[in-house]
């Protein structure tokens, strides 16, 4: 008994050690319950009978709901579920949310595979929905009325085989570079229109013993910034080239596609980016730039909602442009899609599904959108509009808009993305690796993802 | 008696039966004898049924369609029979070749140092130390923690600039290097903590076989030479037994290692840190189902040829005590 006794703490303490390790994880069920009842609301008063009257809509429903563990995908999620069970008291979701990234990627074709996917989910738009196999797993919605509010230039990005398959679940984001204006007002610089001006401001901000450039390699995924944003400077020089890519006739190692990749080096190479970069973490960047200790931060506008969250008045200091080319004249920048809202084609509740999807692509969506989250670029719904309060930046990104210097990434172009590129930027932006290297093994990288794809060329 | 009884009582609950049952566990036990196999035909075929078809369900069948399936283009979807080319592409790609390399560094690096470190702990807890209990279960302690856990807690501990470790070189006045992002080290980052985390096995098992060594040896030693001598002609030529043991355990867990460098370094920067597993499970979240089921065959065979010949090698040389 003695021995015994003298082990209980010790596994006591092991035991919590590991719950707590668990605990940490995200994602698990949650029912949102709009109504305790949902179908006696609408019961005629007196009768245990359920509602005879009610149309198939009345009845008490359940909807399952499937969304990714980003802060800002579950607020905005969360809105919207919340004003559509308002309108609909007998709609009850059960809200599920997933990891991002590669291991969301799996979790939802998995589902979808082996048909257990919710009636609907979040998923992205472009070259990763094209992976989903829509036309056989998903509920095409090409000849709802609604289809008509979405804005045109989104629809592309959830289209297969001529179907449309999803409504857009946020606004569109900008790809460029996030900077601090007190750092440009204090160093008396202005807004970088080509390379060399970004170059030359870079140089002053490092004598002046500021980091000009945050990287932030712990997620590697933002290591890939400065070669996805560059799309548009590469469809300026090669308006087809998302085209020549796909049909395997254009690539990575030549210019002006190179560039991405020789900026990363150039980077390295002049000392711009931070002690640290390696360990540094996505929130951990926006921390430097909020605080000033990073000029700029490569990103994509919707980690403004993140600094907004930590610290309501340092947004006000964040602006964007986007990221330069050669030419000042064509200066614009690389706008992203967002995520979308798709039923899922074994859903038993498609009809209710596709109300809600009618009410994400109306205007009373987009207000319960704006109400939760600061909008982090344009709504992809026609007519609607930004809030008085929108953020600097989101107003640099409609400048660009409102004057057509946009280009949509290349990931919403051509449904060719290699799962790779995040590491090799990593190689790049650490001095690893070269430009032409890194771009080289990147062109082989999405062979593997063309041939998966059946795309003809490969 | 002496001290020696105790401590076989000791390891008997820590290990539940020492050495006998460990080295079986891998296969590495005495050829059947022929009481043995008259022992085996007492059964009716009818009892094996259930066994088998355990067996057949959730090992030969899966086996066989992680082959076949190693040969098509498979989106989960659908499949198309491509032959060999997943294999090819595994090859051509330097980033799965240095992964192979990786992996093998880390499996040699690994079961050299769990051999070494464990061994002389074993010397050291099988001593007339005080407090050896407490110290032995100190070693094995993170062998019961989840390796999630300590992958996550080393990672913060080992932050170039923030983390405990590069704080206390700080305040000893060095300069500590950057122990997960420098790509010339990250590797042997990882593995250290992985000796750290898993010595406790190689621990146990040792202190079974020193434990188990007849007392005769250790008397003739006594008169004969000293501790050095002890050490040197009694328990590493008598140990052998466990030393194959944990040499096979830990050359086949460093071969398959994925949690601790996932978690502590996802495989980078860039590719440095990338073994065998880490790269297929990349392909795998990519969405190459095919070319993933191609690298854990690739897997399974790397780890059957180096492990097979040495496993019939130490049988050949397994000592009866």
């Known amino acids: 008994m003695r021995r015994f006794s003298k082990r209980v703490p010790l596994t006591l303490a092991v035991m919590a050690l590991i719950v707590a390790a668990c605990g940490g994880d995200g994602g698990g069920a949650t029912t949102t319950a709009a109504t305790d009842q949902g179908g006696s609301t609408t019961a005629p008063a007196g009768t245990d009978a359920p509602a ?16 990714d563990d980003n802060p800002v995908t579950i607020a905005t999620a969360e809105a919207l579920v919340a004003a559509f069970t308002a ?8 809200t599920e949310t997933r990891p991002g990234g590669g291991e969301g990627d799996n979790l939802v074709k998995t589902r979808l595979a082996t048909g257990e996917m919710t009636d609907v989910f979040w998923y992205n738009t472009g070259s990763l929905f094209q992976a989903l196999n829509p036309t056989e797993t998903i509920v095409p919605i090409t000849d709802e009325p609604y289809i008509e509010n979405i804005v045109d230039s989104f629809l592309p990005t959830v289209t297969a085989e001529g179907g449309v398959y999803g409504v857009p679940s946020q606004t569109a984001m900008g790809g460029g570079v996030l900077y601090n204006k007190t750092v440009y007002e204090d160093l008396g610089l ?42 548009y400077n590469i469809q300026t020089q090669d308006p087809d080239w998302a085209e020549k890519y796909t049909n395997n006739q254009a690539k990575y190692v030549d210019q002006p596609a190179l560039a991405g990749f020789e900026h990363l080096q150039e980077g390295f190479e002049k000392g711009w980016y931070q002690e640290n970069f390696g360990s540094t973490t996505f929130d951990d960047g926006l921390v ?41 004249a064509t200066h614009g920048t690389t706008i992203w899609m967002p995520a979308g809202i798709y039923i899922a084609s074994t859903s038993e ?43 600097p930046a989101v107003l640099d990104i409609q400048a660009y808009i409102d004057a057509g210097a946009t280009a949509p990434a290349l990931e919403f172009l ?43 060329g490969w | 008696m002496n001290q020696r009884t105790e401590a076989t009582s000791e390891v008997g609950s820590l290990s539940a039966g020492g050495t006998a049952t460990v080295p079986s566990a891998l296969g590495v036990e005495h050829r059947p004898t ?11 075929h009818s009892f094996y049924i259930p066994a088998a078809i355990v067996y057949a369900v959730l090992f030969i069948v899966p086996t066989g369609m992680a082959f076949f399936f190693s040969l098509t283009r498979w989106s989960l979807f659908d499949w198309e029979f491509i032959g060999f080319e997943n294999f090819v592409l595994f090859f051509n790609r330097p980033a799965l070749v240095s992964s192979m390399r990786n992996t093998l560094i880390y499996a040699v690096v690994t079961s050299g140092l769990k051999v070494v470190l464990g061994l002389l702990l074993a010397v050291l807890f099988t001593s007339m130390i005080r407090l050896k209990t407490v110290m032995r279960s100190m070693v094995f302690f993170p062998v019961i923690v989840s390796i999630v856990a300590v992958g996550i807690t080393f990672k913060i501990l080992m932050h170039p600039s923030e983390g405990l470790i590069n704080k206390t070189i700080e305040l000893l006045g060095g300069v500590g290097p950057s122990w997960l992002t ?30 188990s060594i007849p007392e005769e040896y250790t008397d003739a030693v006594r008169i004969d030479g000293g501790a050095w001598a002890r050490f040197r002609h009694v328990i590493v030529p008598l140990s052998r037994n466990a030393t194959f043991t944990v040499i096979l355990l830990s050359l086949i867990g460093g071969l398959r290692s994925f949690d601790l460098i996932w978690t502590m370094t996802g495989g980078g920067p860039g590719f440095t840190t990338d073994v065998i597993a880490s790269a297929i499970f990349k392909q795998y979240q990519a969405g190459f189902y095919g070319l993933s089921t191609a690298g854990n065959v690739i897997l399974f065979i790397a780890v059957s040829i180096i492990v097979f010949p040495l496993m019939r090698y130490f049988n050949r040389k397994e000592l009866d005590l």
């Open chain 1, 87 to 94: 309108t609909h008291p007998n709609v009850t979701f059960e």
């Open chain 1, 190 to 231: 202005s807004v970088p229109t080509t390379w060399e001006e970004f170059a030359a401001n870079n140089d002053a901000i490092l004598a002046a013993g500021i980091t000009p450039v945050g990287q932030t390699y712990t997620d590697t995924w933002t290591s890939q910034l400065f070669v996805l944003a560059d799309y």
């Open chain 1, 349 to 391: 509740q498609q009809e209710v599904a596709k109300e809600f999807l009618a009410f994400v692509a109306s205007l009373e969506g987009v207000d319960a959108m704006t109400a939760a989250v600061a909008p982090q670029g344009p709504y992809m719904i026609e007519g609607a509009s930004l809030p008085e309060d929108t953020l």
């Open chain 1, 414 to 456: 051509s449904p060719i993305k290699g799962p790779n590129l995040e590491f090799l930027t990593v190689e790049v932006g650490s001095g690893l690796s070269t430009a032409a290297d890194a771009a080289a093994l990147y062109d082989e990288d999405v062979i593997a993802q063309a041939q998966q794809l059946g795309l003809p």
């Open chain 1, 52 to 67: 005879t009257t009610a149309s198939p809509s009345e009845d008490a429903v359940t909807l399952s709901f499937l969304y």
């Open chain 1, 288 to 328: 430097l730039l909020a605080n000033g200790e990073i000029a700029h931060y490569p990103m994509l506008t919707f980690a403004l909602d993140a600094i907004a969250q930590n610290d309501a008045e340092a947004v006000q200091n964040i602006g964007f442009f986007g990221q330069p080319g050669n030419d000042a």
């Open chain 2, 34 to 44: 022929k009481t043995r196999l008259l022992a085996h035909k007492a059964y009716p």
């Open chain 2, 182 to 211: 420098d790509p010339q080290i990250a590797l042997l980052s990882v593995a250290l903590v992985d000796v750290w985390r898993g010595v406790g096995i190689a621990l146990v098992i040792f202190i079974a076989g020193i434990v």
